[in-house]
């Protein structure tokens, strides 16, 4: 895997509620934040787009070219491929003596036999992954045969901007603190996440293709449609993988607003909209926030 939970997929995927959040149609999933000391750009990332998908619009880049430094959810730099790999194995697999197969009900073991060889893998091979893990591994497989890639993420672009103009590079969280978001699973529960991600696998390149649509025309009713309504028809997703984490977030951007510099906050779309995204949550704070 190329980054750990990039997207929020499988949750994404219920999208029968209505979108309660509204922003000024026709423009892109930015905002400014004006105060006395600096300008903080707020972006809305789609984490895996396909090669086309650039050039980006003018206002994205201008809002990089107006900022002193970058923050991304983790310092992206600071991901090794050890550091990724020895965080796989531990928050990933299961210990010595546990396996996938002794731990799943008999119809998920049906449901995977069928399922594994229309990726190239076999129960043999995914039998040390926790559901949740191979959950993530079958998402990044199916988006990559669709062209979708990290590698092309809003992020990972705008960190090769930044070393290049060698602009410094934060993060608001840890690797560490991402892989440890699936820790809190039940078995049950993280059976259930493997389930609901197979069952949903076939309709990832449309989601995905609707989702980037969304987000090249700031239509910013649609992401809130497709991500943050979805997230909360499962609560603990909600909850752990938005809510708690805009929560230890939000204190950090108000603390980059006091400060004599511009900053570009890259993170995933869904934390900036809806509710309880980090804008509404900035202008309930009497921060001016502006939608560019």
């Not at 972006?43 to 900022?67: I, K, Q, T």
């Not at 600071?78 to 990933?92: F, N, P, Q």
């Not at 909209?273 to 309930?284: D, P």
Request: overall charge positive; proline content about 5%; aromatic content about 10%.
């Amino acid at each position: 895997m190329s980054r750990f939970r990039w997207l929020l997929l499988p949750a994404a995927l219920a999208l029968t509620a209505c979108a309660t959040f509204r922003e000024q149609a026709g423009k892109d999933v930015l905002w400014r934040v004006r105060t006395g000391h600096s300008t903080l750009y707020l972006l809305g990332s789609v984490h895996v787009l396909p090669r086309n998908a650039y050039p980006l619009r003018p206002a994205l880049e201008h809002a990089f070219s107006n900022s002193e430094r970058l923050v991304f959810e983790i310092d992206i730099g600071s991901v090794t491929k050890s550091s990724l790999r020895a965080e796989a194995s531990r928050a990933g697999f299961y210990p010595p003596g546990q396996s996938l197969s002794k731990n799943v009900s008999p119809q998920t073991l049906l449901l995977l036999q069928e399922v594994l060889p229309s990726y190239g893998l076999t129960l043999k091979q995914v039998n040390r992954l926790r559901p949740s893990f191979l959950a993530q591994l079958l998402e990044t497989r199916i988006l990559a045969q669709a062209g979708y890639s990290p590698d092309y993420g809003v992020d990972v672009y705008f960190y090769h901007r930044a070393v290049l103009a060698r602009k410094p590079v934060m993060g608001l969280e840890t690797l560490r603190d991402q892989t440890n978001l699936f820790q809190g699973l039940t078995p049950s529960q993280d059976e259930q996440y493997l389930v609901r991600t197979i069952s949903a696998l076939p309709y990832y390149p449309a989601l995905v293709s609707s989702m980037v649509e969304a987000w090249r025309n700031g239509d910013i009713a649609q992401l809130d449609r497709y991500i943050n309504q979805g997230l909360k028809m499962n609560p603990w997703e909600h909850q752990t993988l938005l809510v708690r984490r805009n929560s230890r977030w939000l204190p950090q951007i108000e603390h980059f607003a006091q400060e004599r510099h511009n900053y570009l906050i890259v993170v995933g779309a869904g934390h900036l909209i809806g509710n309880e995204g980090l804008v509404a949550q900035l202008k309930r704070a009497g921060y001016a926030v502006e939608q560019l």
